[in-house]
């Protein structure tokens, strides 16, 4: 493209809290461009950008999507490249790095909800980035939208006159041009010189089969070519440019992306460790001055063990998890082993939804099953010596012996609600340790709730108590503020006096007793019965706390025996006692697969 047309061109992010309409409107803007495929106008419910079948399944974006839109506005063409984001708390990563690669973003606001606790934070993340925001009040031809309130909600968010906010339905395409017409109008054309050194920013890549890493990018100054010769700033790893393209329904290829364009390289790059996400490309023999900054790097707030149920599969679970990472930075892996589960991986993921997204594309994309361990957070642990561990493994607590303190994770976590549920609330906070903050209300209906709460207390099921307690209303955001010392103790799951090292967990002195007996009980139904009695048994440190038996299985030894001496029957019972005490001697207790599947499922 010229730089005469660099005028024509806007790149910007749709943001919004979860299920507000972000990918419909993208829908209705693909439909409504000059492209050179045709949608059926009656396919007005696909999700046309959501490609992932686990994203159609849950009906969720997980994926930032990139699409180039080419339109005719009041006689003149301009090119979109539009960026559909996921909204879900456990993905807002995923909009940080799209944002970097805009100059504005549309706020969808659902007139029926109302602004969220993700309306808040995507909004943040875009005024940090200092974009252009245009706010769209959506859903409008809902029979509960409240558009009056919404609107004020917006003004109260955001600041801007209510004059501004525009006032629209994805589903049906009402306000859809006024949208065309305001990106134009206010989102600044991208700045950049195409005679500069290239300077590209990586904000996404995935992996092919044939073409190795697929790299996405924003070209910031200069022209990327096919055969030029680039650089990776992050590990001077040289390459030569095998393809380049762009987004429209697919990838589709061109001759070049000049400066202000968003698209797609491939390099015959086979190591996926190579590309990082947030790294700059540039041109080998003319590099540009000075890097981007990168991404502020993702903390992973949940760890768990995964293992390959089959062993032999650990070699492709190596590379899968490789090929994952590419495209999902924010998750993290160092290798580990169990002697229950043999060898496997230590993750580290932004939530519960963000695990089971992973698990759950490992097994259709790559075809592995596999068994997670119990998700936990990772605590600070401050020895007698001075130094100080971070553990978010078990199998590494140090000797309670050399423990000084141990400080545990803690969250500020905002929840948006209708009034009438801020007593139910408050309860379930009470139950998971929270410490109230403030509250402060946005409207008449809506109020935003503000807690400090331990990263352990809602990882688990808080979400869904909240949405139980608030009929589905109350909408939560959070993030890491930083830690607090508490009692923690290490629980130590024993099966016939050995340790299970894969069912051993941390939690909180207070709760050790129950959640012990919980998984106890869990495996008194799961481990078959044996010709011995089996102890389980919770242990913290030398004591026991817990304990189920598994009754053993009997065979009836003096069915032959028809009447007759008393002792006859006796001596037979004793000799089979005895038989009893030397077999739970040598005895091993085989946990099968099942068992560790039941206990370990969340």
Do not use: W
Not at 91 to 110: K, N, P, Q, T, W
Not at 233 to 253: L, Q, S
């Amino acid at each position: 493209m010229n730089l005469m047309n660099k005028k024509n061109i806007r790149n910007f992010s749709i943001i919004a809290h979860i299920d507000h309409g972000k990918t419909t409107l993208s829908d209705r803007l693909i439909q409504k461009s000059d492209m050179f495929y045709k949608i059926k106008q009656d396919n007005k419910e696909a999700q046309l950008l959501d490609s992932m079948d686990l994203e159609k399944e849950r009906g969720i974006t997980i994926k930032s999507h990139p699409i180039r839109l080419e339109f005719d506005i009041d006689g003149e063409h301009f090119l979109y490249n539009i960026i559909d984001t996921p909204g879900h708390v456990d993905f807002s990563y995923e909009v940080s790095r799209s944002l970097a690669a805009c100059e504005g973003a549309i706020l969808l606001v659902d007139a029926a909800q109302g602004v969220e606790a993700q309306t808040v934070a995507n909004t943040y993340l875009a005024i940090e980035s200092d974009l252009e925001i245009i706010p769209v009040a959506n859903k409008i031809d809902m029979q509960q939208a409240n558009v009056p309130e919404t609107i004020a909600e917006i003004h109260e968010l955001i600041g801007c006159d209510e004059n501004e906010i525009i006032l629209a339905s994805a589903k049906s395409g009402k306000g859809v041009d006024d949208i065309l017409r305001r990106v134009r109008d206010v989102i600044l054309p991208p700045s950049g010189d195409d005679s500069k050194p290239l300077k590209a920013l990586i904000f996404d890549s995935h992996f092919d089969m044939y073409k190795g890493v697929i790299s996405h990018i924003r070209v910031f100054d200069g022209v990327l070519k096919k055969g030029m010769k680039i650089l990776f700033m992050a590990n001077n790893e040289t390459f030569e440019v095998m393809d380049v393209g762009v987004f429209k329904m697919g990838m589709v290829e061109c001759s070049e992306l000049s400066a202000g364009e968003v698209g797609y390289f491939t390099a015959l790059i086979r190591k996926p460790q190579i590309v990082h996400v947030g790294d700059t490309v540039t041109n080998a023999k003319n590099q540009t001055a000075k890097a981007f900054p990168g991404y502020r790097k993702s903390l992973p707030m949940v760890f768990s063990g995964i293992y390959p149920i089959n062993p032999n599969d650990y070699a492709k679970l190596k590379d899968s998890l490789e090929k994952l990472r590419l495209n999902d930075p924010s998750f993290q892996y160092v290798p580990e082993s169990s002697d229950a589960l043999g060898y496997g991986f230590r993750a580290g993921y932004l939530g519960l939804l963000h695990m089971e997204v992973v698990n759950e594309r490992l097994l259709r994309e790559y075809e592995i099953q596999l068994i997670n361990t119990a998700p936990s957070v990772a605590y600070r642990v401050i020895l007698r010596n001075g130094k100080t561990v971070v553990v978010e493994n078990p199998s590494k607590f140090p000797d309670p012996s050399q423990i000084k303190s141990i400080e545990e994770p803690i969250v500020q976590a905002s929840i948006v609600t209708p009034p009438e549920y801020i007593g139910s609330i408050m309860e379930i906070s009470q139950n998971k340790r929270g410490r109230y903050q403030n509250m402060e209300y946005i409207s008449e209906n809506r109020v935003i709730l503000k807690y400090f709460y331990p990263l352990s207390e809602i990882v688990i099921d808080f979400y869904d108590q909240l949405k139980s307690v608030s009929r589905g209303y109350a909408s939560l955001d959070y993030g890491i503020s930083g830690y607090q010392e508490e009692k923690i103790v290490l629980v130590r799951i024993l099966v016939n006096s050995s340790p299970v090292d894969a069912l051993s967990f941390m939690c909180v002195k207070d709760q050790a007793h129950y959640k012990g007996k919980s998984i106890l009980q869990k495996l008194r139904k799961t481990i078959p019965r044996q010709m011995f009695n089996v102890a389980l048994q919770a242990a913290v440190g030398g004591k026991i706390i817990s304990r189920e038996n598994i009754v053993q299985l009997r065979k009836d030894v003096i069915a032959k025996c028809y009447g007759g001496d008393i002792t006859r029957k006796r001596k037979l019972l004793e000799k089979q006692k005895a038989g009893k005490k030397r077999m739970k001697m040598v005895g091993n207790v085989e946990i099968p697969q099942e068992a560790f599947l039941t206990v370990l499922k969340i």
